[in-house]
């Protein structure tokens, strides 16, 4: 279940950040895609749908994680490197931690963007949204945030791809390097096509 929800939240991800990167086509394009999404009646069971993709991900990865502590209840007195065939990488080690994180940058994200300030496009009725984002990514502080929120997304990529497919059962026998190494160059193709927009917002448009 947790390499499903993974893998559908990948696909969401994907979708998300072809959308995103209209900002960088100008307000027209941007507010035209953002209407097109929030003025769908159908926005609401998407939505819905992937908040419960969230939760289950969150509450089965949370228990796995439980389960291992708790058979391993003592821990180890000393973390020694798992030698040169082990997969075990920092991505993997800071699940948890980049998870958390992620979780806590999604819902400030929410309430700064799509609970923010409400501005009226040049067209009557459409939400001028990309005068918003311009906005928030004016500010440094956010900008630097939102920046380390996206490496940590790319770490947790970087390890929850390859170990989705795997646990599927998605790798073939012989290619598990290669499929390491895709996975890791679709992780950072993603976090950095995300960190690019406050970046080129910050630098190239005030």
């Known amino acids: 279940m947790i390499a499903a929800t993974g893998l559908a939240l990948f696909g969401f ?7 995103n990167l209209l900002i960088l086509a100008g307000p027209e394009a941007f507010n035209s895609y953002s209407h097109a999404l929030i003025s769908n009646p159908l926005i609401y069971i998407a939505e819905a749908g992937l908040a419960l993709l969230f939760v289950v991900h969150i509450w089965k ?3 796995n994680y439980l389960r291992n502590r708790a058979a391993r209840p003592a821990g180890y007195e000393v973390k020694r490197p798992a030698g040169h065939t082990s997969r075990k990488t920092l991505s993997s080690t800071w699940m948890i931690f980049s998870g958390t994180m ?3 940058f999604l819902v400030l994200h929410i309430k700064t ?8 496009s040049v067209e009557p009725g459409v939400r001028d949204l990309h005068r918003l984002s311009l906005e928030v990514f004016q500010q440094p502080g956010y900008v630097v945030w939102y920046t380390f929120a996206m490496v940590l997304v790319g770490m947790h990529l970087r390890h929850g791809i390859t170990s989705a ?5 998605a790798i073939p026998q ?3 390097r290669k499929v390491l190494a895709a996975g890791a160059v679709v992780a950072v193709l993603i976090a950095g096509g995300f960190a690019l927009i406050p970046i080129w917002v910050y630098f190239f448009t005030q």
């Open 13 to 19: 991800l994907l979708t998300h950040l072809a959308g």
């Open 61 to 63: 990865t949370v228990g």
């Open 102 to 104: 992620i979780l806590i």
């Open 113 to 120: 963007l799509k609970f923010g300030a409400y501005y009226e």
């Open 165 to 169: 497919l795997q646990s599927l059962g």
């Open 174 to 176: 012989g290619l598990t």
